[in-house]
């Protein structure tokens, strides 16, 4: 048997408790320092985070994200007052030489496929005085032979495609009666 007050035997074998006393001051030491650390790091982070309360300019950024993709009409008055605002967003505004250039020069500015090209002035006065302006404007509104109708582009109205028929009538120094 020993004469240390800490040694003790149990089962036979020499238990020494000092050392358990080592370890629960040691544990303690360490324990204690992180909570420590845990504290002082959440008052830094709270000092220099910026404040994470919705402010109206999150607040909105929020809803246009979640904000629904498209809307079901389920009457003819709730279609009817939400169509002005799907009409305003695809309002084509082009002049008709502007859609000459965008559109129809594809085609007629090289003469693709057999078109008539925008500056064969003698062409066009001669397709003019063959059909008349209608009938050219109606043969570009159905398509004819290998143009497709309105020049491919189906959103353009009616009065746009007199538009730019005119507009190239007039590029080529074509008068129109
Ligand atoms: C994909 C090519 C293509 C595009 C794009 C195109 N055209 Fe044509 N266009 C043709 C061809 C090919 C012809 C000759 C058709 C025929 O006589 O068979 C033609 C003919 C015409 C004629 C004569 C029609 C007639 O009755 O003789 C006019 C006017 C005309 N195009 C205007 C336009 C206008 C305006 C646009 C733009 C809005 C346009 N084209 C875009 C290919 C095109």
Redesign the pocket.
Known sequence: MSENKSEEVVNGVVVDHSHDRVFYVTFGAVLGFLIALTIVISIIAGAISPDPGMTDLRRGQVSERIAPVGGVYTSAEALAAAAPAAAATEADTRSGSE??AQ??????AAG?????KLDDTAG?SA?LA??GLD??????ING?????P????PG?SDA??RE??L???EGAGVDVP
Do not use: D, N
């Not at 004819?144 to 497709?148: H, N």
């Open positions: 859609i000459v559109v129809c020069s594809g085609c007629h693709v496929l057999g078109s008539i066009w397709r063959e059909a009938a050219l404007v109606q043969s570009v004819k032979g290998a143009m497709p309105r020049g491919g582009a353009l746009q495609v730019s028929v507009a190239i009538l």
